[in-house]
T-cell receptor, first 109, second 115 residues
Framework: EAQVTQNPRYLITVTGKKLTVTCSQN?????MSWYRQDPGLGLRQIYY???????DKGDVPEGYKVSRKEKRNFPLILESPSPNQTSLYFC????????FGPGTRLLVL | AQKITQTQPGMFVQEKEAVTLDCTYD???????LFWYKQPSSGEMIFLIY??????QNATEGRYSLNFQKARKSANLVISASQLGDSAMYFC????????????FGSGTRLSIRP
């Protein structure tokens, strides 16, 4: 079954404590992307990756890092989370048909 | 700058009627892609339909069709014979930039289907 998985699904953390949200896909897609969704703002692209070792900034990259060491995995790293990064995060893979993960709800206190 | 505009924050439609959700876009790129996604109250994002800028035919996927008017820069979603399960948020998005890799979403339209 075609799938994008994200972990954790829910996370409460404190300001400054580094965290990683994992994303994995089983469809051998080259393209992967991270988004955040905030009320009234729709989804905004954080980073995307065209292939292994190739990543680039989306619209809102500040405060985030990514890496793409393997095709199937595209983790999102918050080195020093702040309350304004409280949001719903989606990972997605694929080009013309983008498959989304289930989302990660992050609360930064 | 690339931009997607969805002018209908909310819509109510009677069950079994057809519904059109508006989407206009702004891009200077010649090659781009347009998407529609559905987000039910459960929160997941569901891909509905894709249209490439060079596709001459309007895309269709079951009850969904994309009314692509390139000169007007519009990409409206048409849902035929609406069902109660169609009640959700709908997002239009454009893929632009180098290799159409940057994706920008509109703010969404909340569709409610009345029985």
């Amino acid at each position: 079954e075609a799938q994008v998985t994200q972990n954790p699904r829910y996370l409460i953390t404190v300001t400054g404590k580094k965290l990683t949200v994992t994303c994995s896909q089983n469809m051998n897609h080259e393209y992967m992307s991270w988004y955040r969704q905030d009320p009234g703002l729709g989804l905004r692209q954080i980073y995307y990756s065209m292939n292994v070792e190739v990543t680039d900034k989306g619209d809102v990259p500040e405060g985030y890092k990514v890496s793409r060491k393997e095709k199937r995995n595209f983790p999102l790293i918050l080195e020093s989370p702040s309350p304004n990064q409280t949001s719903l995060y989606f990972c997605a893979s694929g080009r013309k048909t983008q498959y989304f993960g289930p989302g990660t709800r992050l609360l930064v206190l | 700058a690339q931009k997607i505009t969805q002018t209908q924050p909310g819509m109510f439609v009677q069950e079994k009627e057809a519904v059109t959700l508006d989407c206009t876009y702004d891009t200077s790129d010649q090659s781009y892609g347009l998407f529609w996604y559905k987000q039910p109250s459960s929160g997941e994002m569901i891909f509905l339909i894709y249209q490439g800028s060079y596709d001459e035919q309007n895309a269709t996927e079951g009850r969904y069709s994309l009314n692509f008017q390139k000169a007007r820069k519009s990409a409206n979603l048409v849902i035929s014979a609406s069902q109660l399960g169609d009640s959700a948020m709908y997002f239009c998005a454009i893929a632009t930039g180098s290799s159409a890799s940057k994706i920008i979403f509109g703010s969404g339209t909340r569709l409610s289907i009345r029985p």
